[in-house]
């Protein structure tokens, strides 16, 4: 019996700290999540009564419908064994989904310190991983802000940041150390300055609408009324910045500017005839592109100041001249040899790296990122080829989903033949966008539609909601938080489709609504 005691002791300890090295370990190493989940299985086989916990996980509802999903995918395999390899690695990556529910449903419940110490460790790494991000963006030459996180995707890593922001809330609300509410403080502005810094348009859109909307639930929610006051006066400060930074950006981008194109001078200062393209209604940063041209002169000029020749590709594999001739006008210069012999040499290097506006060559700006985004937008509705723009590919990718649904609505084409779909059905449209480009969906709920079918998504949100409701999980405000985060996530991204997004949904789910409440425990 005592010997039992000891084995069952260590094995919730091991499980423990299978816990907190997982929740380090998904903003850090892909490699130590696999570790830490083997750590994680084997605490829970040294637990007592397993035998009665697997049996009542299947007499739970709300625990075995969350793994559920896994099966789902396992079913699609049975109609698409044409393609058993590609549909073996979709299985493997979405395991978690089957195990981590199972086992954190039926281990001993976490008391509130055990659970404090898995949500700081995550916190903690995902600080370590931002300050390394920032010393890799500090040091060295980044043609894209984006890819300074060094381990997982920045995407994902952005979702990572916007769910140690709201724990920070979370703990800075409900602890009573003056100390720890102010350290808490901090660290969540960091994260937001950082989301900043890495240009995360997901990450920072998910979390600041959830911000608002949890303001507006402040607002409206019966309680102190200084909290009330100071949730509304944030929401008017955050409107009025957002209105001020909308109109910024659309005067720049969207509305033509005023030019009379009968006064349009014709001479370079060298005597050299200007080319004038008034029919062209492209302008960037407030200037008409394709006026004041002057070709020779800017090749002359820049072959003096390049060693990458004016007719040749910059490192982006872009033609270097039009990346010259977008960043003299996003800078108001003419584009002849006055204007290139006006760039600095941090100026040329940026041109050689591909940089074509000014505003791009200042760091983590995320006002350069929504322009580049509105460009590529206008590039797209003028020439319909969104190869390189990673915004603008989702419309393709979401447009081929919608093709494979529409052609196969019920049960889908199976776990194993979403790529072959994929690439059928570029074709079929006669997609622009380069074989290199020609991703998958980007889109959680359209790919588990093509896959499985509007049978197998409507299953898919069944089976994440119902938990919610079986274990009033609303009442949780972290997990609320993290449900947002990564329903909102699926809109824009394939989720579930990587190791690190199925390990965070997987975990996380379970952790926040059965870490402390296992299935034997109904409250906390």
Known sequence: MKLALNKSFLGERIYIFGLVLL??????????????????????????????????????????????IYVLFVIGMFY???????????????????????????APALSRRQWTYVIGFFIAAVLV???????????????????????????????????????????????MLWYLRLLMIIFSAWILVFLVLLESVTGLGITVTLGILMLIYMVFRKGKIWVRVVSFVSLVAI???????????????LVAPEV?????????????????????????????????????????????????????????DQKLKYTLIRFLNSKGFRKDAQGVNKLTQDEVKAIENGIANI???????????LSQIIYEYKNYRLHGDPSGHSVLQRLEYWKAALGIIKENPVIGVGTGDINKSFDKEYKEMKTQLDKEYRLRSHNQYLRIGATLGLVGLGLFLLFVVYPVFAARAWEEALF??????????????????????????????????WGRRNIFTKKR
Not at 80 to 106: A, C, D, Q, W, Y
């Open 239 to 253: 409107a009025l910045l957002a209105v001020f930074f909308a109109r910024t950006i659309i005067s720049e981008e």
């Open 359 to 369: 505003n791009y060559m200042k760091r983590s700006s995320l006002r350069a990122r």
């Open 129 to 175: 991983g931002s300050g390394i991000s920032t010393y890799i963006l500090a040091t060295t030459d980044v043609l894209d802000t984006r890819n300074i996180s060094p381990y997982i995707s920045h995407i994902r890593f952005g979702l990572m940041l916007s769910l140690a922001f709201f724990a920070c809330i979370f703990f800075a609300w409900n602890t």
């Open 80 to 106: 698409s064994l044409g393609n058993m390899e590609h549909g073996l690695k979709e299985l493997r990556i979405k395991l978690p989904i089957l195990i981590l529910p199972f086992v954190i449903s039926t």
């Open 23 to 68: 929740a380090a370990s998904l903003p850090l190493s892909k490699y130590m999540i696999s570790v830490s989940e083997f750590i994680l299985i084997g605490g829970w086989l040294m637990s007592n009564r397993l035998t009665e916990r697997i049996r009542q996980f299947f007499r739970t509802p709300s625990a075995w419908m969350f793994s559920a």
């Open 480 to 513: 609320v938080a993290f449900l947002y985060i990564v329903l909102m996530s699926m809109v824009t991204e394939d989720t579930l489709e990587t190791q690190v997004g199925a390990n965070f949904f997987a975990f996380f789910y379970s952790f926040l609504l």
């Open 260 to 316: 009379d194109f009968s006064e349009l001078e014709k001479t370079t200062a060298q005597g050299n005839p200007y080319y004038h393209d008034t029919t062209s209604t492209w302008h960037e940063n407030g200037h008409y592109i394709y006026l004041y041209i002057c070709e020779p002169e800017m090749k002359k000029a820049w072959n003096q100041r390049s060693e990458i020749s004016y007719s040749g590709y910059d490192k982006r």
